[in-house]
Nanobody, 129 residues
């Protein structure tokens, strides 16, 4: 499975961006997927995730109410809609896929980067103040 992330860019605070993550060589249809981000000098952190059946999404507290993850099975693409962006959202954003076939009800499972098997190359998001 190869993941291709796109949609990053430079935006002013309060603006919006939509990130896309397209899968090839596999499908998102029954796969858990997530978005993580890494700012300079910081560790990679969880942003949002969706379960393999698409029934539940999880978000980090820092983005709750502003970021929305969605999945289009027909296009084999996962999206991260980011609204009300803040300078602290500046980071490289990575999409990831978990192909282990596990449907966990524990949000911590999806928040853990080690539980993802495939990663996209990252897309830079820069929010100016």
């Amino acid at each position: 499975v190869q993941l291709q992330a796109s949609g990053g860019g430079l935006v002013q605070a309060g603006g919006s961006l939509r990130l896309s993550c397209a899968a090839s060589g596999g499908t998102f249809r029954r796969v858990a997927s997530g978005w993580f981000r890494q700012a300079p000098g910081k560790e990679r952190e969880f942003v949002a995730a969706i379960t393999r059946n698409g029934g539940t999404t999880y978000s980090a507290d820092s983005v709750k109410g502003r970021f929305t993850l969605s999945r289009d099975n027909a296009k084999n693409t996962v999206y991260l809609q980011m609204n009300s962006l803040k300078p602290e959202d500046t980071a490289v954003y990575y999409c990831a896929a978990n192909v282990r076939g596990i449907l966990s009800a524990d949000s911590r499972y999806y928040r853990t980067s080690q539980n993802y098997d495939y990663w996209g190359q990252g897309t830079q998001v820069t929010v100016s103040s």
